[in-house]
């Protein structure tokens, strides 16, 4: 059987990982661990909840203590590169718990803090910074770093980090790291076309690859309900109501969106909150420590809460609609059934979404059950934003300005679709009414 023991981890590591509930290496642990510790350049995929986070930090680790001496000022050892602050801050806490006691110093920058703070924590230099590209760029810029010493890049949801909305940031970045590192990237999924990019930032690399990427977890029993968008809020109040006190986390596409559904689910009487790059950094933390703490029984969010965050008592996922990024359907739904856990994921699908739901299935290589209602025409798609008369700022092409973490940015493809077919439309998720009591919707074939 295989162990953490046997994979050549430093034993100051192997040590907390009984505590944290680590006792036998995952798939891609077990596979990618003994090449990183190598020194191989890594791409890493395997399925959301899997533990991609131990498997690049746990090698990493080991690698930096073997250096045996404190980094110089200001400069970095290993960058660890995530699209929001939230999962920087998440990698931060995981790196941190497997390398108590352990002579590394670790330290996370996100936006939405004090610059300068930041750049104080950083002027000793550190062994790990975890960052998201935007931050990192403004301090580099204020001279708070250098990566003239930086020897690991991991590039957390690298599919993303390659993508059109960080792209610009992350060239910047990799080109003042050497070329003589270390880089691990690793997702859930990996698009064909990024996989090509990903390839430019790899040297020799090794593909440990656990399942087909872009595959849904296993114990996810996923369904879509085919609905309208005016019922769409009285159909998700009924599914929550069927499983009281249990986590939700609710995809929302827009951010007014996202307070709209999120005021009415209150007034209906739900425990809920919300989360989106509206909210000031301070809103965002606590109402995702709340959540966390199954304070508030539904979370509201926008693509900003689709990748990487761990919180195990999930249950639910609800997609009231469906990600304009096909690939983030399965980011999202993998926010339940994390560590072989099991959970349940819903997709509302209205008239306006099939071509969203056809390219979801086409990026899962599967089709999702129809739980509830009957499908709409094949072939509606929602308008373009000068159509729907929103006049919506344009999230592609726009030189090379840096990413800001705030919102994850759903900006792919590329390919020869014009950016106003993706992301496009804008509002238009409350009931039709807004504020009536809900109703009760077509019951659902199974048990979600
Ligand atoms: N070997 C293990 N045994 C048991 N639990 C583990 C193991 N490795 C990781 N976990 C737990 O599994 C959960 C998911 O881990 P992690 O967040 O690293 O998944 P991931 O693969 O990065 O998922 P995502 O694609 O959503 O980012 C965490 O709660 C983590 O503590
Ligand atoms: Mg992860």
Not at 120 to 144: F, H, M, N, W, Y
Not at 222 to 231: I, L, N
Not at 407 to 421: F, L, N, Q, S
Request: with cysteine; charged share 25%; aromatic share 4%.
């Amino acid at each position: 059987m295989e162990t953490f023991e046997n994979l050549g981890l430093a034993p100051m590591l192997l040590k907390n990982l009984a505590g944290l509930g680590l006792t036998k290496p995952t798939p891609i642990q077990a596979q990618g661990i003994p090449h990183i510790v190598r020194g191989r350049d890594i791409l890493g995929l395997a399925q959301t909840g899997t533990g991609k986070t131990a498997a690049f930090g746990l090698p990493m680790l080991t690698r930096i203590l073997a250096y045996g001496k404190r980094p110089a000022p200001k400069t970095v050892r290993a960058l660890v590169l995530a699209p929001t602050r939230e999962l920087a801050t998440q990698i931060h806490d995981n790196l941190a718990a497997y390398a108590e006691g352990a002579p590394v110093r670790i330290q996370r920058v996100v936006g939405g803090a004090s610059l300068n703070v930041q750049a104080e924590k950083l002027s000793k230099g550190c062994d790990v910074l975890i960052a998201t590209p935007g931050r990192l760029i403004d301090l580099i810029e204020r001279r708070a770093l250098v990566l003239s010493e930086t020897k690991y890049l991991v590039l957390d949801e690298a599919d993303q980090m390659l993508d059109i909305g960080f792209i610009h940031a992350l060239r910047r970045i990799a080109k003042l790291i050497p070329a003589e590192r270390q880089t691990l990237l690793f997702s859930a999924t990996m698009p064909k076309l990024m996989e090509e990019l990903a390839a430019s930032y790899l040297s020799d690399p090794i593909r440990v690859e656990v399942a087909t990427p872009g595959k849904a977890a296993e114990k996810i029993d996923q369904g879509v309900h085919f609905t309208t968008q005016g019922e769409k809020a009285a159909l998700l109040a009924e599914y929550i109501s069927r499983h009281p006190g249990e986590l939700a986390v609710v995809f929302n596409r827009t951010k007014h969106g996202s307070d709209k559904l999120t005021k009415l689910l209150e007034k209906w009487g739900f425990s809920v909150t919300a989360i989106h790059g509206n909210k000031s950094q301070g809103q965002r933390e606590r109402a995702l420590s709340a959540f966390r703490a199954s304070e508030v029984q539904v979370l509201v969010a926008t693509d900003v809460a689709a990748r990487g965050l761990d919180i195990p008592q999930v249950a639910h996922v609800y997609n009231y609609d469906l990600p304009n990024v096909p690939e983030n359907y399965v980011h999202r739904i993998g926010r339940t059934a994390r560590a072989g856990r099991d959970g349940r994921a819903v997709a509302f699908c209205g008239p306006l979404e099939m071509s969203d739901l056809r390219a979801i299935e086409a990026a899962m290589g599967a089709k999702i059950p129809v739980i509830g209602g009957e499908a709409h025409a094949e072939g509606g798609s929602r308008p373009a934003p000068g159509r729907s008369g929103q006049p919506k700022k344009p999230h592609r092409g726009q030189g090379p300005k840096p990413a800001r973490e705030g919102e994850a940015k759903p900006a792919r493809k590329p390919d020869a679709k014009p950016a106003a077919k993706r992301g496009g439309r804008a509002e238009g998720h409350a009931p039709a009414g807004g504020q009536a009591a809900p109703k009760r919707p077509a019951r659902a074939q199974r048990g979600h």
